[in-house]
């Protein structure tokens, strides 16, 4: 009866699985993924036997490293007593926890709205800042972004997003932004000041029409191409909406738990967002899970005894708490050691400055424990072929990069020693030194 089990299947060590659609890979041009087996620390471990260092922390999430092993036993711990439920009808004490501890970091923000990914954390603070003005009588309809920013790819998300090449075949069913022009910097960039000055003209403008929401992308604009703008910028930023009346809401989706050398971009800028997006690093790469902060002047816009002013809106994962147990997990590593993510800026700066003198490679820049330079090319952008170029030497020698197009960026684990920092950024620079065409 039903025969003997089945094998497990026996796979290629690079190959196009023929069920898997994989995310930002285009099948007929790029390389195929490689299997992975195992992750530990810094290291990714392949099929084959090879092990390479995790330069971008597995799409920026991972932020201790692979297999963290305080935060995987917190998730067996609470597996044996809670793995899920209905949020919308219970509690239970991990969320409250993680609420408490994260709006203790956020003095001023006093409510915790949980989601699942980024774009839906982002999409929950729209959704919010829309439905704040409709509730209190005044709806305001002008949405806010920078040029260069991205958002998420969830609708709402995309919206808020600059037009790509990744909005296009949807751009007919997406709803207007205002754009304000976003003064990006680099070192030695000796017209900042004066972009500047001119990006807070044009805010000026924009919020001559009554306004629900600006929202940035604190300090760094990650899939935008880790565009680094000045702390000064954005308190002048958040200065111009306060005075407009408008919400202003902080995407730390990518910025957030130390990447920028604070715990919050917001933090290290000086400045006070109304509404919040975080995930990523919140579970340390574990579990996907997202949360919104709001103000608690904009969560009592919608306590009212009439339905309507309900924020009608969820998730069936909502609070999970697994995710919360790695969360808090997470957050008792970066609480306890805040130095592996406020000295890492100077870790970079060494080899960045050595980078930087190549000749093909121009805007050097760092912030955290970001550090980013583009390449010198004719024709910029996400598709320029001398990211996979890049990607394909700089694999070969161990490490595991992703390039923005000619955007090259490194962006480790908090667990990445000295050494392998330099291993990364030597074989940056011989890919770099390589390159063909």
Request: aromatic share 8%.
């Amino acid at each position: 009866m039903g025969g003997a089990p089945q094998q497990p299947e026996q796979l290629p060590h690079t190959h196009w699985h023929p069920h898997l659609w994989h995310p930002f890979a285009q099948e007929a041009l790029h390389d195929p993924p490689r299997m992975v087996r195992a992750g530990h620390g810094p290291w990714l471990e392949l099929a084959d036997g090879r092990r390479v260092l995790d330069g971008i922390s597995s799409w920026w999430v991972t932020l201790h490293g692979h297999g963290e092993p305080t935060i995987a036993a917190a998730i067996a711990a609470q597996a044996q007593k809670l793995e899920q439920v209905i949020f919308a009808n219970f509690s239970h004490r991990p969320a409250a926890t993680l609420a408490q501890r994260l709006c203790q970091a956020w003095p001023g923000l006093d409510r915790l709205f949980f989601s699942d990914n980024g774009s839906t954390a982002v999409e929950v603070c729209l959704k919010m800042a829309l439905q704040y003005w409709h509730n209190r009588g005044e709806p305001r309809q002008q949405l806010i972004a920078f040029d260069g920013a991205y958002h998420g790819d969830t609708f709402g998300a995309m919206a808020l997003g600059t037009r790509s090449l990744f909005t296009t075949p949807f751009d007919p069913l997406l709803f207007a932004v205002a754009r304000c022009r976003c003064p990006a910097t680099w070192w030695g960039d000796d017209t900042v000041d004066h972009r500047e000055q001119a990006a807070l003209q044009h805010l000026d403008q924009l919020l001559e029409t009554p306004t629900a929401a600006v929202i940035i992308e604190p300090l760094v604009q990650g899939a935008g191409g880790m565009a680094m703008v000045r702390p000064a910028f954005l308190q002048q930023v958040a200065q111009r909406v306060q005075t407009a009346g408008a919400l202003l809401v902080a995407d730390e989706v990518m910025t957030g738990f130390g990447r920028t050398g604070a715990l919050f971009a917001s933090h290290r800028s000086g400045i006070q967002p109304d509404l919040v997006a975080l995930s990523k690093g919140l579970t340390g790469g574990f579990l996907p899970m997202a949360v919104s902060l709001a103000r608690e002047t904009v969560y009592q816009a919608f306590v009212a005894d009439d339905p309507r002013h309900t924020f009608f809106h969820g998730h069936s994962f909502t609070a999970n708490p697994l995710g919360c147990a790695a969360a808090n997990a997470s957050l008792t590593l970066l609480s306890a050691h805040p130095e592996r993510y406020q000295g890492f800026a100077e870790r970079h700066r060494p080899h960045l400055e050595a980078l930087a003198r190549l000749s093909n490679l121009e805007h050097p820049r760092l912030c955290g424990t970001i550090a980013a330079i583009d390449l010198r090319v004719d024709q910029p952008g996400y598709l320029h072929e001398a990211g996979r170029q890049i990607q394909r030497a700089c694999l070969a020698a161990g490490v595991f990069l992703r390039p923005l197009g000619h955007v090259l960026y490194l962006l480790p684990p908090l667990s990445m020693n000295d050494e392998q920092l330099e291993q990364c950024y030597d074989a940056l620079g011989r890919a770099v030194q390589g390159l063909v065409g």
